[in-house]
């Protein structure tokens, strides 16, 4: 994933909201610190509620060492499959619809000229952040089809008291629409027309988690 960080294309902070969140919500590797600081720098004279969500994120990363940043994060997203970055899990499971569901995100990716990487798969939360950002016109509309998922993973990251949940609630309020209502609002969206086979759709209960690369010591 780019680690640039443009500035918002339009009059909203749309994008440059969903390009911070990209940088921020994915894996804390070795340009970690800069990243905060590169946050920082672009967001902090634009005005918004989104910004200063982004902004007091930003206020804890910098306090914390790399590396509890890196634990914390591997014990929020990849060792809870309540709160998982792959967001077709929420609506389709681990079901034979899931593989349709991420054809259609790769189709609209190349369809607009946006290659993402071959080891990550186009679901990947911080993927789809990047593509709206750079992308506003396919990938804003592709991520309010998602705000379901987006919301159970909020609900959940809050319940966690992560500071990652001021991330999703920032992308949230730059989403088109009316959000969920509640949890169990957002729970009843993502299960509308599963297959009848889907299983693990309730974020309480089981389903596979994504393999991830610092899993196996591929990230450092």
Not at 27 to 48: C, I, K, Q, S
Request: glycine share 6%; charged share 25%; aromatic share 8%.
């Amino acid at each position: 994933m780019s680690r640039s960080l443009g500035r918002a294309a339009t009059t909203t902070n749309a994008p440059v909201v969903f390009q911070a969140a990209a940088l921020l919500l994915a894996y804390p590797d070795r340009d970690w610190p800069r990243r905060p600081h590169t946050v920082r720098d672009t967001v902090a004279a634009l005005p918004g509620p989104e910004i200063q969500l982004l902004l007091s994120f930003c206020d804890r990363a910098e306090r914390e060492d790399p590396l509890a940043v890196a634990a914390r994060y591997v014990a929020t997203f990849d060792r809870s499959r309540r709160r998982c970055l792959y967001l077709t899990y929420y609506t389709d499971g681990d079901t034979r619809r899931r593989g349709a569901a991420l054809a259609r995100i790769k189709s609209v990716y190349r369809t607009h000229g946006w290659l993402p990487p071959d080891d990550e798969l186009p679901d990947f939360l911080p993927l789809m952040l990047e593509f709206a950002a750079r992308t506003p016109e396919a990938g804003t509309p592709l991520l309010t089809e998602h705000r379901a998922a987006i919301e159970v993973l909020r609900y959940a990251l809050e319940a966690h008291r992560s500071p990652y949940a001021a991330l999703l609630q920032a992308v949230g309020r730059c989403l088109p629409g009316r959000a969920p209502a509640s949890r169990e609002e957002a729970l009843r969206l993502t299960r509308t027309g599963p297959p009848t086979e889907a299983v693990g759709l309730d974020v309480l209960g089981p389903f596979p988690a994504q393999p991830r690369p610092h899993d196996d010591g591929a990230r450092r």
